[in-house]
T-cell receptor, first 111, second 116 residues
Framework: QKEVEQNSGPLSVPEGAIASLNCTYSDRGSQSFFWYRQYSGKSPELIMSIYSNGDKEDGRFTAQLNKASQYVSLLIRDSQPSDSATYLCAVKVNTGNQFYFGTGTSLTVIP | DAGVIQSPRHEVTEMGQEVTLRCKPISGHNSLFWYRQTMMRGLELLIY????????DSGMPEDRFSAKMPNASFSTLKIQPSEPRDSAVYFC??????????????FGPGTRLTVL
């Protein structure tokens, strides 16, 4: 079983809609969770981090964490074509300092 | 502030040649990570350093790969000899690891390596 799993997509949403991206992880002791955005040909860019159960909002982005279900999600409200990218979920396990990355979900926002 | 700096940005070499990739982490960050990204395998951690010391190199694919961090502001990833299957984008990332930080990693622009 992979440490971090994401639906590879592709996920397509119309402009202005809410895009919902999901991620599950296997290490119950994981403490830190991150969402990265990666445009084609570019490097991953950190957009959200979350450490406590519940929701964390930053502009149009909301990260949701449920440690009991080992589930973290990213909601993008009022999706824009510029949000079209691959979104990577990363989890920092309890021991060591490394992240485990999911394989990413490809999002396309259709104008 | 400058982000993570990597060089070269693109490298094309022939099979059997030595390749050296370079990374300068963000000033003040004391953890450094080398990743490889391919379409087939996604983003894979190769090795990471904490305070210039290699902590986990279990992701290094084989002995042809080696990494060093001689000081807090410089690291190299070397492949010798290179093979076509090493073709990928190699990313360097750095992270602050103080008790007050949450260990967010920041990525460099990557080096796109093509081995012919």
């Amino acid at each position: 079983q992979k440490e971090v799993e994401q639906n590879s997509g592709p996920l397509s949403v119309p402009e202005g809609a809410i895009a919902s991206l999901n991620c599950t992880y296997s290490d119950r002791g994981s403490q830190s969770f991150f969402w990265y955005r990666q445009y084609s040909g570019k490097s991953p860019e950190l957009i959200m981090s979350i450490y406590s159960n519940g929701d964390k909002e930053d502009g149009r982005f909301t990260a949701q964490l449920n440690k009991a279900s080992q589930y973290v999600s990213l909601l993008i409200r009022d999706s824009q074509p510029s949000d079209s990218a691959t979104y990577l979920c990363a989890v920092k396990v309890n021991t060591g300092n490394q992240f485990y990355f999911g394989t990413g979900t490809s999002l396309t926002v259709i104008p | 502030d400058a982000g993570v700096i990597q060089s070269p940005r693109h490298e094309v070499t022939e099979m059997g040649q030595e390749v050296t990739l370079r990374c300068k982490p963000i000033s003040g960050h004391n953890s450094l990570f080398w990743y490889r990204q391919t379409m087939m395998r996604g983003l894979e951690l190769l090795i990471y350093f904490n305070n210039n010391v290699p902590i986990d190199d279990s992701g290094m694919p084989e002995d042809r790969f080696s990494a060093k961090m001689p000081n807090a502001s410089f690291s190299t990833l070397k492949i010798q000899p290179s093979e076509p299957r090493d073709s990928a984008v190699y990313f360097c990332a750095s992270s602050p690891t103080t008790a007050l930080s949450y260990n967010e990693q920041f990525f460099g622009p990557g080096t796109r390596l093509t081995v012919l």
